[in-house]
């Protein structure tokens, strides 16, 4: 079945450390997108990515980072210069990323700072 | 800027009673229209999208109708069911907002048995 996974579900993260989430498609969309989600809250886009090797930085990207090495992964790494990263983070994919495009979630991975 | 509001929740309905969810927007061009659910602990699922005025989108009973002259694409059940309990959020895209999805803060829907 073709579909997004996120891994792990659930990250415990000390304070200072860096911890990186895994986003997998086998979709074959060329867009995908990282959201977090606070709770109540609706979503803020990170970062995005339209193509291979190429992202922009979304309204929250401060303390994040992401790569686009190959067309199905697409990395989030949360810094330490993130101060409030507990969140739900959620990734997604679009086909081309055009406005009349779908985008389609993964499971979501829950971040929480101990 | 474009954005999305919806009405605040949650809203709390028994089982078979119709329902209506508020979504109006502002966009300086002709967006896509979009909703999606969430249901708890899940990633989002489009629900349905209408792409062009009057255009009406459906999907599972939802119902929801892009009414460019009130700029508002309200989402409607006839009869909605327990397994219908989720946050339902309204989201637009357009060229001017670089296709970029925007969201509605998402309303909570309960549904008693």
């Known amino acids: 079945d073709g579909g997004i996974t996120q891994s792990p579900k659930y990250l415990f993260r000390k304070e200072g450390q860096n911890v990186t989430l895994s986003c997998e498609q086998n979709l074959n969309h060329d867009a995908m997108y990282w959201y977090r989600q606070d709770p109540g809250q609706g979503l803020r886009l990170i970062y995005y990515?339209?193509?291979?090797?190429?992202?922009q930085k979304g309204d929250i990207a401060e303390g994040y980072s992401v790569s686009r090495e190959k067309k199905e992964s697409f990395p989030l790494t949360v810094t330490s210069a993130q101060k409030n990263p507990t969140a739900f983070y959620l990734c997604?994919?679009?086909?081309?990323?055009?406005?009349?495009?779908?985008?389609?979630f993964g499971p979501g991975t829950r971040l929480t700072v101990l | 800027g474009d954005s999305v509001t919806q009405m605040e929740g949650p809203v709390t309905l028994s089982e078979e009673a119709f329902l209506t969810i508020n979504c109006t927007y502002t966009a300086t061009g002709y967006p896509s229209l979009f909703w999606y659910v969430q249901y708890p602990g899940e990633g989002l699922q489009l629900l349905l999208k209408?792409?062009?005025a009057d255009d009406k989108g459906s999907n599972k009973g939802f119902e929801a109708t892009y009414r460019k002259e009130t700029t508002s694409f309200h989402l409607e059940k006839g009869s909605v069911q327990v397994s219908d309990s989720a946050v339902y959020f309204c989201?637009?895209?357009?060229?001017?907002?670089?296709?970029?999805?925007?969201w509605g803060a998402g309303t909570k829907l309960i549904i008693k048995p």
């Open positions: 989201a637009l895209s357009e060229m001017d907002s670089n296709y970029q999805l925007i």
């Open positions: 990515s339209q193509i291979v090797n190429d992202f």
């Open positions: 997604a994919s679009s086909k081309a990323g055009g406005f009349t495009d779908t985008q389609y």
């Open positions: 209408a792409t062009k």
